[in-house]
């Protein structure tokens, strides 16, 4: 498929204070667009927001608030004239046993990534049918593949999956694209903050190649602008995603055995493992909770 030239269109990026979302917001404005930074760490969207290429703006909002992001919806559109692109970015993780779990932490993560998604898609799908725009919404390899230790996470990736999914049949009738993409472990806060713990980090490690590496966040970022360039339906931050698709439907036995000798090697390790939220984003999260009281 073609590139679509970036130059002149209006692009919202949820979870756009650090991460994959400050620099994706970067490289949209690098190519010509004007951008608007959605998040909740508010200094920290004015940093990224000035030092954009073009005219870009930000609002402090939790993407899990229907009415906030119906009121950014409806700002972007009043300061920018349209929006052609949305980018659903936003999200925070937590790791360790199920049983152990904090249940506000494990909530918190469908909330954020799959609740809050569908929320920023409420919110933004009516002007994006005006403009006939493009929908990105962020999964992950845990989309393509179970993992023990990150029931939460696995979840809410698998869910934005089969929504995105479901809704590029809604709504492409209306001239809006929709569409998912996947990356692996990349080299972000978040993943940092997850590695800090010693059993985390080594059950990672141990994962097969090429799935137990982290990959440099640009390269990855630079796929998947190239992916709203194309207005893709399927978008893979590194190579060998792709590759998942086909292999996906044996992953949950083959994960299920390997999964429990690994399991019981750790097991003596496990107590006492964190499970909060992960990362400088997580931090933001429980911080904005805190103060707001959601």
């Not at 904090?102 to 569908?118: F, H, K, Q, Y």
């Not at 993992?147 to 999914?165: D, I, L, N, Q, R």
């Not at 439907?249 to 055995?257: E, H, V």
Request: proline letters at 4%; aromatic letters at 6%; charged letters at 25%.
């Amino acid at each position: 498929m073609s590139r679509m030239s970036l130059e002149g269109q209006v692009a919202v990026v949820t979870g756009a204070a650090r991460g994959v979302g400050e620099l994706l917001a970067r490289k949209l404005s690098a190519r010509g667009a004007r951008v608007a930074l959605v998040g909740l760490e508010e200094e920290a969207l004015k940093d990224v927001s000035g030092r954009l290429h073009h005219d870009s703006a930000y609002w402090y909002a939790d993407v899990t608030d229907h009415e906030t992001m119906s009121r950014v919806a409806r700002e972007v559109k009043e300061r920018f004239g349209k929006i052609d692109i949305v980018v659903a970015n936003a999200g925070v993780a937590t790791g360790g046993p199920f049983t152990d779990s904090d249940p506000v932490a494990w909530r918190r993560v469908i909330e954020v990534n799959l609740i809050g998604s569908a929320v920023t898609a409420r919110a933004f799908l009516p002007v994006l049918a005006e403009s006939r725009g493009y929908l990105l919404q962020i999964a992950s390899l845990a989309a393509l593949t179970p993992a023990p230790m990150m029931t939460a996470y696995c979840a809410s990736k698998a869910g934005v999956e089969a929504y995105a999914h479901s809704l590029r049949a809604e709504v492409g009738y209306q001239g809006v694209r929709v569409g998912v993409a996947y990356l692996s472990w990349t080299d972000t806060d978040m993943v940092r903050g997850a590695d800090r713990d010693d059993v985390m980090r080594e059950l990672r490690q141990r994962l097969p190649w090429p799935s137990n590496k982290t990959y440099p966040l640009g390269p990855a970022v630079d796929r998947l602008v190239a992916g709203i360039e194309r207005r893709s339906a399927h978008v893979y931050g590194q190579w060998w995603l792709r590759g998942m698709q086909g292999v996906r439907g044996y992953l949950p036995a083959l994960i299920g055995t390997v999964g429990q000798r690994e399991m019981k090697r750790f097991a003596p390790r496990l107590r006492g493992m964190s499970s909060g939220l992960v990362g400088a984003g997580g931090a933001a999260d429980e911080a904005a909770r805190a103060t707001h009281g959601n």
